[in-house]
């Protein structure tokens, strides 16, 4: 097989270390040429992280002109200003969530890319999520029917410290965790006919920002609920994802560390009240490795060896969606304590 080589560009994003350690386990697959970040103050904190051991430090230049395929792991606010200087130069992308910019600008990347054939792949995790992989698995195969209700939580007990960093965005939790649910329901039911959204602050901490947030997306016949939380005890744990359609209904909750997934069908209506339900037993990968399959796909994306299922249409109207909910993508500051 033939060896990409693959640098990162920024060590600010909270998944960069995760996905640098991913790359480092398939050696037969990258050769790691280094990683650039001009923050200091990334470098002051992160710099010594084990991801990065051994590797050089370079300028975000030599990145671009030494790699194949370039890892876009900055603060949040930069994510789409390096994918840009990456596809304008001819290199594959692995670009870290949610985009950051326009919606001019990150169609604009998308644009290129596809133009270039460069391979664009956006770094969502439950994407890989084996549970909600079977869930796609059951949508597809008609098991659910039609689909009428989907409810999404991604929920957390934030420090105060958190919270701060948080401030920094336009729509708050939900543009950072949000993105990730708008991605499935996006995937599963395409664009809605219309959003409606509840951004609450509840100031909790003494921070003010929208840290307890719904939104609602309507279909033809569905709704899809969004539900994301700075402020709920045990959010970790009852984050969950629930499919429910015409002929079944599959339940992920908690969605990772670990996974317990279930499934009904119209055969276990019997009685009243009462939970029937099947467990759907899943590998669970969301404690170790949950990043590998996603680079193993990457590198099978640049080959041309396996099609992208989340095409470029679909990563922008991902983030369509999401500016819609927030009330437009935008930033209110670039501190990163």
């Not at 992160?46 to 030599?62: A, H, I, K, N, S």
């Not at 500016?323 to 501190?335: A, H, M, Y």
Request: charge should be negative; hydrophobic fraction near 35%.
């Amino acid at each position: 097989m033939k060896k990409i080589k693959i640098g990162q560009i920024g060590i600010g994003h909270n998944h960069g270390e995760a996905k640098m350690k991913a790359v480092r386990k398939f050696p037969d697959l990258f050769e790691v040429v280094g990683y650039a970040e001009e923050n200091e103050r990334w470098i002051e904190k992160r710099g010594d992280w084990l991801g990065y051991e051994g590797l050089p430090r370079l300028t975000v230049e030599q990145v671009i002109e030494q790699s194949d395929a370039i890892l876009v792991e900055s603060d949040v606010w930069d994510l789409t200003k390096y994918a840009k200087m990456c596809v304008d130069a001819g290199k594959h992308i692995h670009m870290d969530k949610p985009a950051s910019g326009t919606l001019e600008e990150y169609k604009y990347v998308l644009d290129t890319a596809k133009e270039k054939g460069l391979a664009v792949q956006l770094g969502y995790m439950y994407r890989y999520n084996p549970a909600v992989l079977e869930c796609f698995e059951h949508i597809r195969n008609g098991d659910l029917g039609e689909i009428y209700s989907i409810n999404a939580e991604m929920s957390t007990f934030h420090g105060a410290e958190y919270k701060k960093w948080l401030t920094n965005f336009g729509g708050g939790i939900m543009y950072i965790l949000g993105s990730h649910l708008v991605d499935l329901i996006v995937y599963m039911m395409g664009e809605p006919k219309k959003i409606t959204t509840f951004l609450k602050h509840t100031g909790l901490d003494g921070v003010d920002f929208e840290d307890n947030n719904l939104a609602v997306l309507e279909y033809d016949k569905a709704l899809a609920r969004i539900y994301v939380s700075s402020v709920e005890v045990n959010g970790y744990g009852r984050r969950q994802l629930v499919v429910s359609g015409s002929k079944g209904t599959v339940n992920i909750c908690p969605l990772e560390k670990g996974i317990r997934m279930t499934y009904a069908d119209t055969s276990m209506n019997g009685k009243t009240y009462e939970d029937h339900h099947i467990v759907v037993p899943v590998e669970d990968n969301t404690h170790h490795g949950r990043y590998d399959d996603m680079m193993q796909d990457f590198y099978a994306y640049i080959q041309g060896t396996k099609d992208n299922p989340f095409t470029y249409e679909h990563d922008y109207l991902v983030q369509k969606v999401l500016s819609e909910i927030v009330g437009g993508v935008r930033f209110n500051g670039k501190n990163i304590d």
